[in-house]
């Protein structure tokens, strides 16, 4: 009696973990047809994911699919992004020879898993390679180095970069180099010096794109001044919507398209919602002293009940905030000058958005909005592969004198 009822609470239990399981699939996936055959054809890029770090983990799986963070293999696959900028990142306060240090070891990190898992991964530098990679079924590695604070000052390391595959530099990251001006804190170069200017132009030669997300607006104007090449905001969202200093304006938009550049939506919670962004500066001020009075992860639960205390809940953010930034950015600069920059493994992604299987319902919700399918292909990834390629023919121009 008591095996037979083992046996039959055991089988409810396993009809139960299948009905979720399908349940928890089907509102990842429940897409039309037309939407999934158009986004697992097209090449979907994204130019800034900080999974990085976890290829150092000598316990972590680039292959295995984690029930924390938001990208691995298997969720990439499922949720059909076949190219990504590896985030090459550390904080701005590491500098030095540390800073380059750190750098090239994580740098070696995706080249390695490159070179070790060749036959699902290839290391590219060219639209063509990211375009040959896609044909042949394989995940297209890319890197970009967030903080012009890793060339340490440094035009020669900074084309040893160049050689190892990065394709953009990010000019500040939360403080200011010594030649550029970053979003955070008081400005002290207006933008970019003499010798900041010197690095774009060196950016120009080496054909590694300008990416402005973290920057100033002075040293954005700057370097859209300076550049011959179109810039990138690698991950930054739109102002009008959400007022983080870290979005673009609408005239920042405008400038950087009229000169073929592209701003790539970040998928970050407080960069999509305005309430949310307004609530987490009302909150800042007691943060520090919460932190200290209930320290350790243990006590998150704690901090967020005093804050609710005071502040009410904070505001929920669903994922469809990344369509309506898609969607002003288009109608602000066109659809060739939109891309996807979700800031995966580096921020707070909305409800809806928890992880990279999810992508597909960005095509999906594009369609519905009318978009075409070719505009929807250029937002995916064309439009980045585009600017990537522009920037290596300037490079080209620059070597041969021209």
Same mark, same amino acid.
């Given at each position: 009696?008591?095996?037979?009822?083992?046996?039959?609470?055991?089988?409810?239990?396993?009809?139960?973990?299948?009905?979720?399981?399908?349940?928890?699939?089907?509102?990842?996936?429940?897409?039309?047809?037309?939407?999934?055959?158009?986004?697992?054809?097209?090449?979907?890029?994204?130019?800034?994911?900080?999974?990085?770090?976890?290829?150092?983990?000598?316990?972590?799986? %680039?292959?295995?699919?984690?029930?924390?963070?938001?990208?691995?293999? @298997?969720?990439?696959?499922?949720?059909?992004?076949?190219?990504?900028?590896?985030?090459?990142?550390?904080?701005?306060?590491?500098?030095?020879?540390?800073?380059?240090?750190?750098?090239?070891?994580?740098?070696?990190?995706?080249?390695?898993?490159?070179?070790?898992?060749?036959?699902?991964?290839?290391?590219?530098?060219?639209?063509?390679?990211?375009?040959?990679?896609?044909?042949?079924?394989?995940?297209?590695?890319?890197?970009?180095?967030?903080?012009?604070?890793?060339?340490?000052?440094?035009?020669?390391?900074?084309?040893?970069?160049?050689?190892?595959?990065?394709?953009?530099?990010?000019?500040?990251?939360?403080?200011?180099?010594?030649?550029?001006?970053?979003?955070?804190?008081?400005?002290?170069?207006?933008?970019?010096?003499? %010798?900041?200017?010197?690095?774009?132009?060196?950016?120009?030669?080496?054909?590694?794109?300008?990416?402005?997300?973290?920057?100033?607006?002075?040293?954005?104007?700057?370097?859209?001044?300076?550049?011959?090449?179109?810039?990138?905001?690698?991950?930054?969202?739109?102002?009008?919507?959400?007022?983080?200093?870290?979005?673009?304006?609408?005239?920042?938009?405008?400038?950087?398209?009229?000169?073929?550049?592209?701003?790539?939506?970040?998928?970050?919670?407080?960069?999509?919602?305005?309430?949310?962004?307004?609530?987490?500066?009302?909150?800042? @001020?007691?943060?520090?002293?919460?932190?200290?009075?209930?320290?350790?992860?243990?006590?998150?639960?704690?901090?967020?009940?005093?804050?609710?205390?005071?502040?009410?809940?904070?505001?929920?953010?669903?994922?469809?905030?990344?369509?309506?930034?898609?969607?002003?950015?288009?109608?602000?600069?066109?659809?060739?000058?939109?891309?996807?920059?979700?800031?995966?493994?580096?921020?707070?992604?909305?409800?809806?958005?928890?992880?990279?299987?999810?992508?597909?319902?960005?095509?999906?919700?594009?369609?519905?909005?009318?978009?075409?399918?070719?505009?929807?292909?250029?937002?995916?990834?064309?439009?980045?592969?585009?600017?990537?390629?522009?920037?290596?023919?300037?490079?080209?121009?620059?070597?041969?004198?021209?």
């Amino acid at each position: 009696m008591l095996r037979s009822l083992c046996s039959r609470l055991t089988l409810i239990a396993g009809l139960t973990a299948v009905l979720v399981a399908a349940v928890f699939g089907q509102e990842r996936t429940s897409i039309s047809d037309r939407a999934r055959k158009l986004h697992f054809d097209s090449i979907v890029l994204d130019t800034h994911i900080d999974v990085t770090p976890n290829l150092q983990q000598k316990n972590w799986s %680039f292959f295995e699919q984690h029930a924390t963070g938001d990208v691995d293999y @298997p969720r990439m696959k499922r949720g059909g992004l076949d190219a990504l900028f590896f985030s090459i990142y550390m904080p701005g306060t590491v500098i030095g020879p540390q800073a380059v240090f750190d750098s090239l070891e994580r740098i070696a990190a995706v080249r390695k898993l490159a070179e070790d898992h060749s036959d699902k991964i290839a290391l590219c530098v060219t639209a063509d390679q990211v375009r040959q990679a896609h044909k042949e079924g394989k995940i297209a590695a890319l890197m970009g180095m967030e903080g012009g604070h890793m060339i340490n000052n440094s035009l020669p390391t900074l084309r040893i970069y160049a050689d190892l595959g990065i394709r953009y530099l990010t000019l500040t990251h939360n403080v200011n180099t010594d030649w550029a001006d970053s979003n955070v804190g008081p400005a002290e170069h207006n933008g970019l010096t003499d %010798f900041g200017k010197d690095v774009v132009h060196e950016l120009n030669r080496l054909g590694v794109m300008v990416d402005i997300s973290h920057v100033a607006d002075s040293t954005f104007w700057a370097s859209l001044a300076v550049s011959r090449a179109p810039l990138i905001a690698s991950h930054s969202s739109c102002r009008a919507i959400s007022g983080h200093p870290r979005n673009m304006t609408d005239d920042m938009i405008k400038a950087m398209a009229a000169k073929g550049g592209v701003i790539q939506i970040n998928y970050a919670d407080q960069f999509l919602d305005d309430d949310l962004y307004r609530y987490s500066q009302k909150i800042a @001020p007691i943060q520090q002293e919460l932190q200290q009075k209930f320290p350790g992860t243990q006590n998150v639960a704690k901090r967020r009940e005093e804050i609710e205390k005071q502040f009410g809940p904070a505001p929920k953010v669903s994922w469809e905030k990344i369509i309506e930034h898609i969607d002003h950015a288009v109608k602000i600069a066109g659809a060739d000058h939109v891309g996807l920059g979700s800031d995966f493994d580096g921020a707070t992604m909305p409800m809806g958005m928890e992880d990279v299987s999810y992508l597909p319902k960005i095509t999906d919700a594009l369609l519905k909005k009318g978009y075409s399918e070719n505009d929807v292909r250029k937002i995916l990834g064309e439009n980045i592969l585009r600017v990537l390629e522009e920037n290596r023919k300037i490079s080209e121009q620059i070597k041969h004198g021209k």
